[in-house]
Nanobody, 123 residues
């Protein structure tokens, strides 16, 4: 089992920044990929970014490319999502997830999930 706990969400004005954190505990040695997803009210959960835990290679959704940066601190078992130039359409609950295989954008292929943290961007 892997436990994931997100933090760092909040309310911010358009154009502002937030940094989300996801602390992992438990059987983290089995983790290959960490991902961030988000879900807006009435919409399906969508892929935001993913990172390879050992090598650091990353992938981003087109909607956030150039504005968001995913990174990880292996010593702290923590993954981050730096979000800059935020837009109202970035509003939603942001979830951290992990899987034991290579990165994918499909949410149903992730093994463990955090409880989510709310991000609200006002216009």
């Amino acid at each position: 089992q892997v436990q994931l706990v997100e933090s760092g969400g909040g309310l911010v004005q358009a154009g502002g920044s937030l940094r989300l954190s996801c602390a992992a505990s438990g059987r983290t040695f089995s983790t290959i990929t960490m991902g961030w997803f988000r879900q807006a009210p009435g919409k399906e959960r969508e892929f935001v970014a993913a990172i390879n835990w050992s090598g650091g290679s990353s992938d981003y959704a087109d909607s956030v490319k150039g504005r968001f940066t995913i990174s990880r601190d292996t010593a702290k078992n923590t993954v981050y999502l730096q979000m800059n130039s935020l837009k109202p359409e970035d509003t939603g609950v942001y979830y951290c997830a992990s899987r034991r295989y290579q990165a994918t954008r499909r949410s149903n292929e992730y093994d463990y999930w955090g409880q989510g943290t709310q991000v609200t961007v006002s216009s």
